[in-house]
Every structure is written in C-alpha cells, then in structure tokens.
C-alpha cells in the first residue's frame, strides 16, 4: 500500500460550514462597508482566522484599524461563526463521507484530523464524528496556518506516520499546497479540483475508496 494514512481538512472536506464562514464575514464586511463576495470567500478558504481578516481589509480604505480594533472584529467573526455551529447535528454530515471513513478504518488505514480552525473540537463533537480519527491536529495546535505544511507534519507526527505515507484531502488551494509542502501527496475536491495542482481530483467523497484499496 502507497498510503497508510489519510489527513483530512474539516471545513469544505467533511463538513460545510464553509457556507458558515461566508455568511459570518459578509456580516462583518457590510458592518464595515466593504464589498465581499463568494469569490472572495474562496480566498479565505484553509487560511487563518486572522490572515482572512487581513484579506479582507484589502478593500477597505478608511482610517488605519488598530490592533484592538482587529481583536474586535475577530472576536465578532467568531461569534457569529459560532452561533451557527452551535446549530449543527448529525445530519450535517453526509452517509457518504460517514460510510467511506468506516471502510477506511476497516481497510486499515489510521485517520487524522488536519484543519486551520481553532474551532475543530466543537464541530466534530456538534456533528460527532470525534471518534471516526485517530488523531486531530488542529488550528489550536500550530503557529503557521496553510500554505505552510505545520498542521499535517503536526498530524502525521500524532499518528506516528512519515510525511510520505500520508494522502491529504483538501478543498483549499493552500491546503494542496501545504500537504506538498509537508512531501504527502493531496487529493482534491471541489474548489481545489480547478488549479490542477493535487496528485488526484474527487468528484465524489467516496472516490477515495478508489484511491486507497
Ligand atoms: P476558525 P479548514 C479553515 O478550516 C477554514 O477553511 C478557513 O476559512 C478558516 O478561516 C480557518 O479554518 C480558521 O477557522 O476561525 O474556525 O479558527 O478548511 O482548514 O478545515
Ligand atoms: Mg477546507
């Protein structure tokens, strides 16, 4: 077997609380008067809470923001974010993506959690898939968010995998590029299948079963 592991991004991958993110920033764009839209969305995808603030603000051209300020308006981010996780259930996640992740298992194949979000822990307890991984590395656990490899090495570390057993799958552009960065190779679905940058492209969940026989 090429791959003894496979790390997968949460939001965009096994959950769509993406669509949670847009609305949570659009909130805060339009408070602040700047023009946000699903195209700009997808930039944020992968990257840090913080950074995807910073690529907000790119359009915004009133006084100099202080530090505080951004503090403020990260805290209210996440507020909202929250209020709407706090809604999900179960049934947020598919009988695909439950069902491909038990036959991984029973191929023998060890799972890991590998997210940006500083709010993995709740989502995967709201939805409760805790137990279907191994491992969660999280956006709690690193420094440096997506392009940079920290969060998979982090969850290949956890499992006790070298870099090049593991396949990541990833939604995000900068999450393709983190797992090449991290020397795993990356299976893409849906935005990140459009740059034709990862090693496979998912048209469903369950393509994966293909991929890891
Ligand atoms: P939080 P992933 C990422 O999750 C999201 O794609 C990205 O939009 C978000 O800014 C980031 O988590 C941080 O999330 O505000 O919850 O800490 O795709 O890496 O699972
Ligand atoms: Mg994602």
């Known amino acids: 077997m090429q791959y003894k592991a496979v790390i997968f991004d949460l939001d965009g991958v096994?959950?769509?609380?993406?669509?949670?993110?847009?609305?949570?920033?659009?909130?805060?764009?339009?408070?602040l008067g700047i023009e946000f839209t699903q195209k700009d969305n997808d930039r944020l995808r992968g990257v840090s809470r913080e950074e995807s603030l910073n690529i907000i603000l790119e359009k915004y051209h009133g006084d100099p923001i202080s530090d505080d300020k951004r503090k403020e308006y990260l805290k209210e981010k996440n507020d909202t974010y929250r209020e709407s996780l706090g809604g999900m259930t179960r049934d947020d996640v598919t009988k695909e993506v439950r069902a491909t992740l038990k036959k991984l298992r029973e191929k023998g194949y060890l799972l890991a959690i590998g997210s940006s979000s500083k709010n993995t822990s709740y989502i995967l307890e709201r939805t409760e898939l805790t137990?279907?991984?191994?491992?969660v590395s999280d956006g709690t656990m690193i420094t440096r968010s997506k392009p940079d490899p920290e969060v998979f090495l982090k969850a290949a570390e956890l499992l006790g995998m070298e870099p090049e057993s593991?396949?990541?799958v990833e939604d995000a552009d900068?999450?393709?590029?983190?797992?090449?960065a991290a020397g795993m190779d990356a299976a893409a679905i849906g935005t990140a299948t459009l740059s034709g940058r990862a090693d496979y492209n998912l048209t469903a969940f369950e393509d994966l079963l293909g991929i890891l026989e």
């Open 166 to 168: 593991c396949l990541v």
């Open 14 to 31: 096994l959950v769509f609380t993406d669509k949670y993110h847009y609305l949570a920033w659009k909130k805060l764009a339009d408070r």
């Open 131 to 135: 137990d279907a991984f191994d491992a």
């Open 174 to 180: 900068a999450g393709v590029t983190a797992a090449h």
